[in-house]
């Protein structure tokens, strides 16, 4: 099992940056694929982006490719979703996962643990 906590949300204007961790519990990290998911007011979850165990292989949206990037550090359980560029469009609460099963998947079904959330803002 793994606990997964989010850090690093908070009200931005529109073209700034934030970095998002998500810092895991336990000693098994670096077995278990991690993603980030966002979920917008009224709308259904996300997804953003995702990184293989050894974080050599990424995968992103469409709509955040080009501005978002996710990476993993294995010797700090943590993974990070560095934003730049950033959208009022982009305002959500962001999540991340983990994947005991093959990395890369875009469905919020095929994670097995999530974390609770942090809130990112976007001003115009």
């Known amino acids: 099992q793994v606990q997964l906590v989010e850090s690093g949300g908070g009200l931005v204007q529109a073209g700034g940056s934030l970095r998002l961790s998500c810092a895991a519990g336990?000693?098994?990290?670096?077995?278990?694929?991690m993603a980030w998911f966002r979920q917008a007011p009224g709308k259904e979850r996300e997804f953003v982006a995702a990184?293989?165990?050894?974080?050599?292989?990424?995968n992103h949206a469409d709509s955040v490719k080009g501005r978002f990037t996710i990476s993993r550090d294995n010797s700090k359980n943590t993974v990070y979703l560095q934003m730049n560029t950033l959208k009022p469009e982009d305002t959500a609460i962001y999540y991340c996962?983990?994947?005991?099963?093959?990395?890369?998947?875009?469905?919020?079904?095929?994670?097995?643990?999530w974390g609770r959330g942090t809130q990112v803002t976007v001003s115009s």
């Open positions: 996962a983990a994947d005991r099963g093959t990395w890369g998947s875009h469905s919020t079904y095929e994670y097995d643990y």
């Open positions: 336990g000693r098994t990290f670096s077995s278990y694929a």
């Open positions: 990184v293989s165990r050894g974080g050599g292989a990424t």
